[in-house]
C-alpha cells in the first residue's frame, strides 16, 4: 500500500514572500486531505525560509484531527537558533507520526543527499532511539543512485530505523532526460535490501505526475510517496484538489491504497 504524503513547504514559501498569513498554511493542508491525501509532510530548516515552528504546531493539530499522518522531517544536528528550537525539540514537542531525518544544511537550496550510512550510523544511533522512545516511527532519508552511499543502507536498520525514505531528485532528472531505465534498477536494487533487513520504503523528491507510475512500476512495496514541489506546481494550473485527485489515481494504477 502506497500513501501520499503532501509536502506543504512551497504553500509557506508563497506566504512568506509578502508576509501574514495569506496563503494559509494549514487551509492548503486541509484541502489535501478533504481530497484524499493520506497524509502531511513538512521540513522546517533553521533559517525557516519557508515552514516556522508555528505552522509545525498548527499542522500536528490539524493531521491529529483527522487522524492522519503527520510526518516531520529534517536535520537533527542542526543547532537551535531563535525561532527553530531543534528537530528533536519539535519532535519532543508534536509527537509526529514519522520523523525523517535529512542530512541537509543550510546552505543547500533543497535537500539534495542521503546518509552516508557506513560513517553517519553511530552518530544517527542515539537520535534514532530518542525519536522511537517519543512513539515517532524514524525513516533515514537515503541515496539509491550512488553505489558507494548506498552500500551501507542494512545500517539503518542496525541502528534501529523503522524505514529508509529515497532520494528521488537523481531519477527525476534522469527521467526528464529518458535516461531513467538503469537508474530504476539502482533503486529497485536498493529497496529490496532495506526490505529484506526489515526496513519499510519511503521515496521523495521531485516526483510527480509524470514519473511517479513508472517509479512504482519498478520499486515495488513503496509505503509512501512524499511529493510537494511538482504537487503545488501542478495545483496553480488545475486546482490543488483536482492534483491530489490526480495522484491519487496515479496510485490506484498501480494497484496500491487511495484512501486513509
Same mark, same amino acid.
Given at each position: ?28 493542508? +486541509? ?5 484524499? /491525501? ?6 522546517? +530548516? ?11 504546531? /498548527?499542522?500536528?493539530?490539524?493531521? /491529529?484531527? +483527522? ?16 525561532? #527553530?528550537?531543534?528537530? =528533536? ?29 557506513? +560513517? ?20 533515514l532519508f537515503a541515496d539509491a543512485w550512488d553505489p558507494v552511499r548506498s552500500a551501507g543502507v542494512e545500517h539503518a536498520a542496525a541502528i534501529g530505523a523503522d524505514r529508509i525514505e529515497l532520494y528521488t531528485g537523481p531519477y527525476a532528472d534522469a527521467f526528464h532526460r529518458g535516461e531513467h531505465a538503469s537508474m530504476l534498477e539502482r533503486f529497485a536494487d536498493v529497496a529490496r535490501r532495506a526490505r529484506s533487513v526489515g526496513l519499510g520504503v519511503n ?36 486546482? =490543488? ?5 490526480? #495522484? ?13
Amino acid at each position: 500500500m502506497t500513501f501520499l504524503s503532501v509536502n506543504v513547504n512551497k504553500i509557506a514559501v508563497l506566504r512568506n514572500s509578502r508576509g501574514g498569513n495569506d496563503p494559509d498554511v494549514v487551509q492548503a493542508a +486541509r484541502a489535501c486531505l478533504h481530497a484524499g /491525501a493520506h497524509g502531511i509532510t513538512v521540513h522546517p +530548516r533553521p533559517d525557516a525560509r519557508h515552514i516556522r515552528a508555528a505552522d509545525v504546531h /498548527a499542522l500536528a493539530a490539524l493531521t /491529529a484531527a +483527522r487522524g492522519v499522518e503527520f510526518n516531520l522531517e529534517g536535520n537533527p544536528f542542526a543547532p537551535p537558533r531563535p525561532g #527553530y528550537p531543534g528537530f =528533536l525539540a519539535l519532535c519532543a514537542a508534536v509527537r509526529p507520526a514519522q520523523a525523517t531525518l535529512v542530512p541537509d544544511g543550510d546552505a543547500q537550496l533543497t535537500s539534495d543527499h542521503g546518509f552516508d550510512f557506513a +560513517r553517519d550510523a553511530e552518530r544517527l544511533s542515539p537520535l534514532v532511539e530518542q525519536l522511537r522512545g517519543l512513539g515517532c516511527r524514524v525513516s533515514l532519508f537515503a541515496d539509491a543512485w550512488d553505489p558507494v552511499r548506498s552500500a551501507g543502507v542494512e545500517h539503518a536498520a542496525a541502528i534501529g530505523a523503522d524505514r529508509i525514505e529515497l532520494y528521488t531528485g537523481p531519477y527525476a532528472d534522469a527521467f526528464h532526460r529518458g535516461e531513467h531505465a538503469s537508474m530504476l534498477e539502482r533503486f529497485a536494487d536498493v529497496a529490496r535490501r532495506a526490505r529484506s533487513v526489515g526496513l519499510g520504503v519511503n521515496a521523495g523528491h521531485d516526483l510527480s505526475q509524470e514519473n511517479l507510475g513508472a517509479f512504482l512500476a519498478a520499486v515495488p512495496e513503496v509505503l509512501e510517496v512524499s511529493i510537494g514541489h511538482a504537487l503545488i506546481g501542478e495545483a496553480l494550473h488545475d486546482g =490543488l484538489r483536482a492534483t491530489v485527485r490526480g #495522484y491519487l489515481a496515479i496510485l490506484d494504477g498501480a494497484g496500491v491504497a487511495s484512501a486513509p
